[in-house]
């Protein structure tokens, strides 16, 4: 079946303006992260979906950034009035849901990213 | 607090070499580790995880909780393994569940 999905692949924006960054999860799994890859920083969480919890807000480097999942399924990161320092690849991974308490972490399928330049 | 440190950015060894990439971590608790692999221009995805002591692609890793370490090692290097591998730690209980830490990575060039 179709792996994780995320668009644009490549988006180019000019410092202050608004990006917003879609992920199409598997089908059928209910938990979808993000992560941030950039140069000198390696993979950075950022958010965590997990069914209808809330969502696992921690990893967020700023008030900048917010994230939504609608109907469960696709997200989207929003970064706001961006800055130089946000250039960097943004994944998107899902899973099946990892319960608290469970015994075991579920795999994570990552999407093929989102290349963000911040000029 | 939970930290995974790769010591080597960057790791050559010649077809056929035996291979070894360092994973350490910390972690107050139990945690569960994974070496996820990234070849050219394809996407993150898991090599191996601890818990189903597996060898993949010929590659194994054991979690050694006295040392804190999760090695990556194979015997004989192939020119296919070039690739940036990254070590990944996650909790396995409470809040760090769902979320990986990851280290920042090793790139692997096997030359032939």
């Known amino acids: 079946g179709a792996g994780v999905s995320q668009s644009p692949s490549n988006k180019v924006t000019e410092k202050g303006k608004d990006v917003e960054l879609r992920c199409d999860p598997i089908?059928?799994?209910?938990?979808l992260y993000w992560y941030r890859q950039s140069l000198g920083q390696g993979l950075e969480f950022l958010i965590y979906?997990?069914?209808?919890?809330?969502?696992?807000k921690s990893g967020l480097p700023s008030d900048r950034f917010s994230a939504e999942r609608t109907g469960g399924s696709v997200s989207t990161l929003t970064i706001q009035r961006t800055q130089q320092e946000d250039s960097a690849v943004y994944l998107c991974?899902?899973?099946?849901?990892?319960?608290?308490?469970?015994?075991?972490?579920?795999?994570?399928?990552f999407g093929p990213g989102t290349r963000l330049l911040v000029l | 607090a939970q930290r995974v440190t790769q010591p080597e950015k960057l790791l050559s060894v010649f077809k056929g070499a035996p291979v070894e990439l360092k994973c350490n971590y910390s972690?107050?608790?139990?945690?569960?580790l994974f070496w996820y692999v990234q070849y050219s221009r394809q996407r993150l995805q898991l090599l191996l995880r601890?818990?189903s002591r597996e060898s993949i692609k010929g590659f194994t890793a054991d979690l050694n909780k006295g040392e804190t370490s999760f090695h990556l090692k194979k015997p004989f290097a192939q020119e296919e393994d070039s690739a940036m591998y990254y070590c990944?730690?996650?909790?396995?209980?409470?809040?760090?569940?769902?979320?990986?830490?990851f280290g920042r990575g090793t790139q692997l060039t096997v030359w032939p």
């Open positions: 089908s059928g799994h209910t938990a």
């Open positions: 990944a730690l996650s909790g396995a209980r409470g809040s760090t569940l769902g979320r990986l830490y």
């Open positions: 979906f997990q069914g209808n919890s809330a969502p696992d």
């Open positions: 601890h818990i």
């Open positions: 991974a899902s899973s099946l849901a990892s319960f608290m308490g469970g015994p075991y972490q579920e795999t994570q399928y």
């Open positions: 972690y107050s608790g139990s945690p569960e």
